[in-house]
């Protein structure tokens, strides 16, 4: 075996550690999102990280498709299993899902609503804000041959409601109707599938190339300037709610434009019955998502005071996904949140700042080994009975090495026995490391103080 260097020790490229302070940052990150997705009613689910690769490529896009890893055993035995050839790794939670309510759908009560957090993989160009690996916290409401607009509202409300909690900043909610969008894109030559995709990317994409680019894009695609000009203008201005939909209804861009006006008219009256502020959501007619299987309700989120961010959050309407899988219609909704690529630059910004390298509140220290381990051990497990997250010094080591340790590591509260500096005897000292003050407590009155401290 060669020698193993220190860039070998490095992870792959696109591949990243997190350390324990953004490990801690990025579990109540998830915990916060868990519990929003919870108080609406989601459960989880847990998918294979493995799928068949005619699973995901059943509705993978072009760009997609080039991205999905295989899977196989990298020294296989003779006897190994012949199988491992035809394996992949997910590059997202839908597609699973699909699969999975399509296999079971005889055995589940509809609407069916889940929630999915968890790692996936794509093999992206690695570079800043982009990853091969990474966490999305997804929310999906499968329908059994209908499923109502109002579940396309509740995903908007739940994304404001996630955001209002993780107080990263003020954000918008962007929302529009693919197919509003397609029959516009149809009035000005987009007459094919793929003509269509096209400009939707790259109106989509407006914001991070700038109009020139957009305009040369919708070019290559066929349209000729004048529509290119007027496509770009209606659809990346910005307007109120009330202005867009008096916008949308003065124009007549044939029957699916109108069915995407009224259905996005639906789901914004929702909207405001669910009570989520006004401020937290406009109509942007550029929104349109990359993924090929939206086909109505699209939105995203973004925050205000950083719009170099892109998208936070995004998702919207599947009528058409588990159609590959089983021949019953089953329609569903969902929101996916990019919890790694978030986070990262969010970290990145000073927006979050991981500070902890501990979960622990209170370290018990063993400085006096006149007392019995047992004391120091029944200290921590009387802490710990009652929810408090404890440490033990189980190491001989000076009381100024172990609160040294307690700072360092971040932990407010060292707990420790002081025979031989004035306390009385079945006293305890609590010391706050954070503004290096002490008590001195009867054993009695420990817990108590401790809770009090914290």
């Not at 696109?14 to 998830?30: H, K, N, Q, T, V």
């Not at 035995?77 to 597609?95: G, I, N, Q, W, Y």
């Not at 900043?169 to 962007?174: A, D, E, N, V, W």
């Not at 529009?176 to 397609?182: E, W």
Request: net charge neutral; proline share 4%; with cysteine.
């Amino acid at each position: 075996m060669d020698q193993i260097t220190k860039r070998d020790l490095e992870s792959p490229a696109g591949f990243g550690d997190w350390g324990p302070a953004e490990a801690i940052a990025l579990d109540r990150m998830l915990g916060t999102i868990r519990r929003q997705y919870e108080l609406a009613g989601y459960t989880p689910l847990h998918t294979p990280l493995v799928e068949r690769p005619d699973i995901l490529f059943a509705k993978a896009g072009g760009e997609i498709r080039q991205q999905v890893y295989g899977l196989r055993l990298m020294n296989p035995a003779a006897d190994s299993p012949t199988d491992e050839k035809d394996l992949a790794l997910r590059f997202d939670h839908t597609v699973p899902l699909a699969r999975y309510v399509a296999a079971n759908q005889g055995n589940l009560l509809f609407p069916f609503r889940r929630y999915a957090i968890g790692p996936v993989v794509r093999g992206e160009r690695p570079k800043d804000g982009r990853y091969r690996e990474f966490i999305q916290a997804d929310i999906d409401v499968i329908g059994d041959d209908r499923l109502s607009l109002d579940h396309d509202a509740e995903m908007i409300s739940i994304i404001s409601n996630v955001f209002d909690e993780l107080a990263f900043g003020p954000f918008t909610i962007r929302i529009n109707n693919r197919k509003l969008l397609k029959g516009f894109l149809g009035s000005i030559g987009c007459d094919t599938e793929d003509k269509a995709r096209l400009a939707r990317k790259a109106i989509d994409d407006v914001e991070k190339f700038g109009t020139d680019e957009t305009l040369l894009a919708l070019a290559e695609i066929g349209i000729n300037q004048e529509d290119a000009s007027h496509a770009l203008d209606l659809l990346t201005k910005s307007y109120s709610t009330d202005d867009a939909f008096t916008l949308l209804r003065s124009r007549d861009f044939g029957p699916e434009f109108a069915e995407g006006v009224s259905e996005l008219e639906a789901v914004i009256g929702t909207v405001r019955q669910l009570g989520v502020p006004q401020h937290r959501y406009r109509i942007d007619l550029s929104v349109a998502r990359g993924l090929d299987y939206y086909t109505s309700t699209v939105y995203e989120a973004r925050l205000d005071e950083h719009p170099n961010l892109g998208s936070i959050a995004g998702g919207g309407r599947f009528d058409n996904l588990a159609d590959n899988f089983s021949s019953k219609h089953l329609p569903g909704v969902g929101v996916s949140i990019g919890v790694t690529r978030l986070l990262r630059r969010l970290i990145k910004l000073g927006i979050v700042k991981p500070k902890s390298k501990t979960i622990s509140s209170v370290l018990v220290a063993s400085n006096d080994f006149t007392v019995e381990k047992e004391v120091h051990l029944n200290r921590a497990r009387l802490l710990r009975s009652v929810g408090i997250p404890t440490e033990i010094y189980l190491e001989k080591r000076k009381l100024g090495g172990q609160l040294a340790f307690a700072a360092k590591r971040g932990i407010k509260l060292v707990v420790f026995t002081d025979s031989g500096g004035g306390a009385p005897t079945g006293h305890v000292v609590i010391r706050n490391v954070d503004v290096g003050q002490q008590v001195v407590v009867h054993e009695d009155k420990f817990l108590e103080t401790v809770r009090g401290m914290l």
